[in-house]
Each structure stands twice: as structure tokens, then as C-alpha cells.
């Protein structure tokens, strides 16, 4: 395994300290706009600003990578994005806030797309799946690494916004000083969403739900974690263990839904996930019952963040190979814009209704994930063994992740079905 990672260890160091610094960020920010006094809508916005510079970052990385080249771009990116943080620190206004966020989702956006084509073209087609599983692994846990650099200072100082632009700075110098030869630019995922939702209205649907759910979880876990009375600390404790279990039942989840089909397991993940979010949402002091807090916490992430990678592998059942890309490229695209729009609807909740409405925003999601995956369960019989794909857990980067996908490099000479455009 050491072998078949050398060639693209520049490349997931990169990643983990870029991840890091993300995760550090990532609670940083909410827990200094609480201190600033933003507004809980104001708080939101922030985290939908990031999403959306995601999804424009996702349409002209290409054409940047393009015309400066790999390292290059790497490091026009990294050099911006080590800004955000320190302008953070320097000014308190909201609307710079969001300008910053959306910069940083913009630049974060094209050093995936870096990292993501550079590993694909290294990458030989037989240690595929390998490669992918250990870069999947790296965007599962580092951030939670990251959360727990909080614990060096305080979000009202200026130290710990200098560390994250420390980890933004320094992931620059592993591919800086890599031997591997950069690679043809990534392409440009086409974008055919009508024709996605012909396919498999249950993916696409379910995408944006995730999107919505998961992206409000992100940004507003720290104000609704201050409700409760949890420090700094508990605030990242929390998170980190919604985190963790979350990527921990990605594969045992996956295993179950090549038995038993997608949309079944993804509606009973979900309606578990809904249940625990309730009991987020109803509990009445976690300091007296921690233990069964983070339990129920445990159990809210292992059941609500695989849905995202659910909804890809259904899709990718419908669909010939050749496909994969474009399928997977558009789901991540509604499942952003979901992102975009989570955390401002979620902030309304809270505004409405106080901070721990943050967990009846995401019951409901969950919810809403069980009846389409129900509606269209009932609708449309399960798949047939042999239109099974073997489950991938999918990381939620940019559309380039997705040429490193072992289900998008299939063997020449065996065939699939062709594409129908009617759903399952």
C-alpha cells in the first residue's frame, strides 16, 4: 500500500493540512460571529455564502487550471485563500463575512480540482479503488483533527484565525515541491438536470435534501450547542462526534444497501436520523446526561450523512458507466445547491424559534428524505441484482472527484444496459 501511495503522498498531505485548517475554520467562524453578535440569519448566510462560492468555483476551475496549469493554480488558490481568515479576524461586518466565505468556497473549489484530476491521472485504473478509498478516508476524518485545534486559543482572538492561514499557507509546499508531473487539465462535467431527474427523480430529490440537512449542521451546530450551555469544548466534542459517526457508517451502510436496495435503506437511515435530530431537539440538559447526548448525537450523524453517497450509488445503477461522471458531477451540483439554501432556512427556524430548532429543521429534512424515497420506492420495484453497482462512499468536493470513481472506469469490454430516461 505504501507503494502504490507514493507517487500522490504530496498530494494527500496537501489535502489533510488543507482539510485541517477548513475543519479549524469551519467552527472558528460561527463561534467568533456569535461573539461579534450576528444575527442567527446573519450566521447563515456566512455558511451559504461558502457553498455557493463552492459552485461557481466548480464551473471555471477548469478553465483556470486550464490556462496556468496545476501548480500554478494551486498556488494562486492557496495563496488567496490564506487571506480569508486574516480578513476575518481584521473586520466584523457581516456582509464582508459573506464576501470572504464565498472567496474561500471559490478557492477551496480549485484546489480540490487540483488535487482531484492530479490523483486521477497518476492513479493506474487496477489501484483505482485504493487510491480513492484512502483520499475518501482523508475528507472523512481530518476535519475533525482541525475542530480540535480550537482548543488552542479563544475564538475572540486573533491566534487561532492566524493558524488556520498558517495550514491554508503551508499546504501549498507539498505539491510545490512534488516530482510528479502535472497532468492534462480536468474537464468540465456537463450539466444535463432535467435529464438526471428523468433518471432517478429519488437521487436527485434526495440530494438536495442532504444538502439542506447537512450544510445547516455545519455552519449553526456551534450556536445551537451554545444553547445548551456546552463551552467551546463540548461545542467541538459534539461535533466531532457527529463527524466521526458519520464517516464511520458511510461503508456499513453502503454494504447494507447492495442487499437490500438504495432507497429502502436510505429511507429507514433516514427516518433513524429523524428520530435522533427530534431528541436533539427535545433534550433538556446534556450536562446531566452526556453520555446519552453524544449517543443520540453519534447516532444523528451515522444516519444522516450517508444519504448523499445513497443517492449517487442509486443513481449510478440506473445508468451505463460511461455516464458515472455526468450523473455523479449533477447530483453534486443539487446537492450544493441545497447547501446554499440549508443554512439560511435553517437560520429562519432558529430565529423563529430558538437555536435548538436547528435539529427540528433537520428531522424534518430527514422526513422529507423518507417520503421520496418511499413514494418512489412504491412507485418503481427495487432493482434487479445484476443493475447493482457495488457501493462507493463519495466525498462532497467538485465534480472532478468523481474521474477517480472505480464505477466510472469499467472494463472495455463488458457491457451495461443503456441509459432510459424513465425513473425506477
Known amino acids: 500500500m505504501a507503494g502504490l501511495l507514493k507517487p500522490v503522498t504530496a498530494l494527500l498531505l496537501s489535502t489533510a493540512i488543507l482539510l485541517a485548517g477548513n475543519g479549524l475554520n469551519g467552527v472558528l467562524l460561527p463561534l467568533r460571529a456569535v461573539g461579534e453578535h450576528f444575527s442567527r440569519i446573519e450566521i447563515g448566510l456566512v455558511g451559504s455564502a461558502y457553498f455557493a462560492g463552492l459552485m461557481v468555483g466548480c464551473l471555471i476551475g477548469p478553465a483556470i487550471i486550464a490556462r496556468v496549469g496545476h501548480i500554478r493554480a494551486f498556488a494562486a488558490f492557496t495563496a488567496i485563500v490564506t487571506v480569508t481568515p486574516l480578513c476575518h479576524a481584521m473586520s466584523a461586518q457581516p456582509f464582508v463575512w459573506w464576501g470572504l466565505r464565498g472567496l474561500n468556497g471559490l478557492c477551496f473549489a480549485g484546489l480540490f480540482m487540483v488535487v482531484e484530476s492530479w490523483l486521477n491521472t497518476v492513479t493506474a485504473a487496477e489501484s483505482r479503488g485504493r487510491v480513492f478509498a484512502t483520499y475518501t478516508m482523508i475528507n472523512l476524518t481530518v476535519?475533525?483533527?482541525?475542530?480540535?485545534?480550537?482548543?488552542?486559543?479563544?475564538?475572540?482572538?486573533?491566534?487561532?484565525?492566524?493558524?488556520?492561514?498558517?495550514?491554508?499557507?503551508?499546504?501549498?509546499?507539498?505539491?510545490?515541491?512534488?516530482?510528479?508531473?502535472?497532468?492534462?487539465?480536468?474537464?468540465?462535467?456537463?450539466?444535463?438536470?432535467?435529464?438526471?431527474?428523468?433518471?432517478?427523480?429519488?437521487?436527485?430529490?434526495?440530494?438536495?435534501?442532504?444538502?439542506?440537512?447537512?450544510?445547516?449542521?455545519?455552519?449553526?451546530?456551534?450556536?445551537?450547542?451554545?444553547?445548551?450551555?456546552?463551552?467551546?469544548?463540548?461545542?467541538?466534542?459534539?461535533?466531532?462526534?457527529?463527524?466521526?459517526?458519520?464517516?464511520?457508517?458511510?461503508?456499513?451502510?453502503?454494504?447494507?444497501?447492495?442487499?437490500?436496495?438504495?432507497?429502502?435503506?436510505?429511507?429507514?437511515?433516514?427516518?433513524?436520523?429523524?428520530?435522533?435530530a427530534v431528541g436533539l431537539f427535545l433534550i433538556p440538559n446534556p450536562q446531566t446526561v452526556l453520555l446519552g447526548f453524544l449517543s443520540v448525537a453519534g447516532l444523528y450523524g451515522a444516519m444522516s450523512f450517508p444519504a448523499y453517497a445513497q443517492c449517487v450509488a442509486h443513481a449510478n445503477d440506473l445508468v451505463h458507466r460511461k455516464r458515472a461522471v455526468e450523473v455523479s458531477g449533477g447530483l453534486l451540483m443539487t446537492f450544493s445547491l441545497g447547501a446554499v439554501l440549508g443554512p439560511l432556512l435553517a437560520s429562519l427556524f432558529m430565529a423563529q424559534m430558538g437555536n435548538r430548532a436547528l435539529f427540528l429543521y433537520a428531522a424534518i429534512a430527514q422526513v422529507l428524505i423518507v417520503l421520496v424515497m418511499a413514494a418512489r420506492a412504491r412507485r418503481r420495484p427495487k432493482l434487479s441484482r445484476e443493475h447493482v453497482e457495488e457501493f462507493v462512499v463519495i466525498p462532497r468536493t467538485t465534480p472532478t472527484v468523481f474521474d477517480l470513481d472505480p464505477r466510472a472506469d469499467p472494463p472495455a469490454d463488458v457491457p451495461r444496459r443503456q441509459d432510459a430516461p424513465s425513473s425506477p
Open 143 to 276: 476535519v475533525t483533527i482541525g475542530m480540535q485545534l480550537m482548543n488552542f486559543g479563544s475564538p475572540m482572538s486573533f491566534e487561532l484565525f492566524s493558524l488556520t492561514a498558517m495550514l491554508y499557507s503551508l499546504a501549498a509546499v507539498p505539491v510545490a515541491l512534488t516530482r510528479t508531473a502535472a497532468p492534462a487539465p480536468p474537464h468540465r462535467a456537463r450539466l444535463r438536470l432535467f435529464w438526471l431527474f428523468s433518471v432517478s427523480p429519488a437521487a436527485m430529490l434526495g440530494s438536495l435534501l442532504s444538502g439542506l440537512a447537512n450544510s445547516a449542521f455545519w455552519t449553526l451546530s456551534p450556536l445551537y450547542g451554545q444553547t445548551l450551555g456546552l463551552n467551546d469544548r463540548g461545542i467541538i466534542l459534539f461535533m466531532a462526534v457527529v463527524v466521526l459517526c458519520g464517516a464511520a457508517s458511510q461503508w456499513p451502510v453502503g454494504q447494507l444497501s447492495d442487499r437490500f436496495g438504495r432507497r429502502l435503506v436510505a429511507a429507514a437511515v433516514a427516518a433513524i436520523g429523524g428520530a435522533a
